[in-house]
């Protein structure tokens, strides 16, 4: 619910002036309403109402040019502790007190989010902030990477089988008609990345974070490509190796266990889908190194990641509870991949509504599925996977997140077509 800025209200002040934290009593008191209103204030007054834990009803001022307006949703605190812990830290305890069921969402959760960063928007917040602190990511080691791969991509691929399509993509579609199902937004979206490349049947590709293996199934089954791909999740290269093998593909695809720092070997292509989020803004030239060291003279990369219209940390409690060592760059972050090491940037896109089409899409198979999510897991997952998923579809509708697919060649490479027009043509296949 609340943006990923680096500030919130200091607990310090709080404890200090309502001097109640541990005070389980059902009353709610007169500098406990003021906090209240500071909080709201704080989000720049959205369209919500905050009930405390006694039921009484706190509300931003009215809009003046709607003042019969309802809310959008009832934030519900269920206790006194929940409230001050909000206070204390709200972008990290949100998520942890909607998890727990000690702060309940009455209404619309994807609009009462939506609502929020709305608000926070048009309070200025995005254009005044001065980043300050955001650069301070911690490096991820090879160990630290396998760790958070671990928790996030092995909780096991039949909690992801319930909600993704049927090749298992885990990353943003491609809705090239605004009625297609997800699966095919998919395919499309594996073919929209093999057009950028302009693969040709026998050339050789390297992809650096494969998932479960869906694009680099792709290419090699339509266009006729050798694919390495690369991966630290053992979950998912389990399934990737089996989904491979069945289709006949095991003399052309080779999934290797492995972080992409150690990949060497040539490639004529280079594509990294969803995997840049992992890496971190510490370790992007490392990254550019790598792809200089096995790109051909004439290769064509491919970079897919969500991004962000400026430098920003991680939402606190995404980095703790969903993708530990996380982080989505901006583009003039994503530079320090190409600039060092010399390529030149042939192509930027942003997929951004499409990703929140994708979003969409599993939010809605992930409700679908939720006691089967409760049955594997608890109530506590269910709601934590319900806010990430609802919070990360509204911060694409908002345009808190942005998703770039960046194509980039050597300086040198002068065998790169005049026009886009190629990539919306019927393609031969092999």
């Known amino acids: 619910m609340f943006r990923d800025e680096d500030r919130s209200i200091e607990p310090m002040a709080v404890s200090a002036?309502?001097?109640?934290?541990?005070s389980p009593g059902a009353g709610v008191l007169g500098v406990e309403?003021?906090?209240?209103?500071?909080?709201?204030?704080y989000l720049h007054n959205p369209p919500i109402r905050v009930v405390m834990w006694n039921g009484e009803s706190i509300a931003p001022p009215g809009n003046p040019d709607n003042p019969d307006a309802p809310p959008v949703a009832r934030v519900v605190l269920r206790d006194r502790a929940a409230f001050y812990r909000l206070l204390s830290n709200p972008d990290r305890e949100f998520g942890e007190l909607y998890s727990a069921g000690r702060l309940v969402i009455e209404?619309?959760?994807?609009?009462c989010i939506e609502a929020v960063y709305r608000s926070m928007t048009a309070g200025g917040s995005f254009r005044d902030h001065v980043p300050g602190r955001l650069h301070r990511v911690g490096a991820n080691t090879l160990g630290r990477s396998r760790a958070h791969i671990h928790r996030h991509y092995d909780i096991g691929n039949d909690f992801y089988r319930l909600w993704l399509d049927e090749a298992m993509v885990y990353t943003c579609a491609y809705f090239a008609e605004p009625d297609m199902t997800l699966g095919a937004a998919q395919q499309a979206k594996m073919e929209h990345v093999c057009r950028k490349l302009r693969l040709r049947p026998g050339q050789s590709v390297i992809e650096a974070g494969c998932g479960w293996g869906a694009l680099a199934i792709h290419m090699a089954q339509h266009h006729g490509v050798h694919v390495r791909a690369f991966n630290i999740s053992h979950e998912q290269?389990?399934?990737a190796r089996a989904r491979a093998h069945d289709l006949g593909l095991d003399d052309r695809v080779e999934f290797i266990e492995d972080d992409y720092r150690n990949i060497a070997g040539r490639c004529d292509a280079f594509v990294s889908v969803g995997m840049l989020e992992h890496v971190g803004p510490s370790d992007y030239q490392t990254l550019g190194r790598v792809v200089d060291g096995c790109l051909s003279e004439t290769g064509l990369a491919l970079i897919h990641s969500i991004g962000r219209n400026r430098p920003m940390r991680m939402n606190p409690w995404i980095a703790s509870c969903i993708f530990p060592g996380g982080y989505t760059p901006a583009l003039s972050e994503m530079t320090q991949i190409f600039e060092p090491a010399g390529f030149s940037v042939l192509d930027v896109e942003n997929l951004r509504l499409h990703y929140a089409l994708t979003l969409r899409n599993w939010l809605d198979r992930y409700e679908q599925s939720a006691d089967r999510v409760r049955w594997m897991f608890d109530d506590r997952f269910v709601r934590m996977w319900r806010l990430y998923l609802a919070g990360s579809l509204a911060a694409f509708t908002t345009g808190w997140m942005q998703l770039f697919q960046v194509v980039f060649t050597r300086w040198s490479n002068n065998e790169i077509p005049m026009t886009r027009a190629d990539l919306y043509r019927p393609t031969p296949r092999p």
């Open 237 to 239: 290269l389990v399934f």
């Open 17 to 22: 002036e309502a001097g109640v934290w541990a």
């Open 33 to 41: 309403r003021r906090l209240a209103q500071r909080m709201l204030r």
């Open 107 to 111: 209404g619309d959760l994807l609009a």
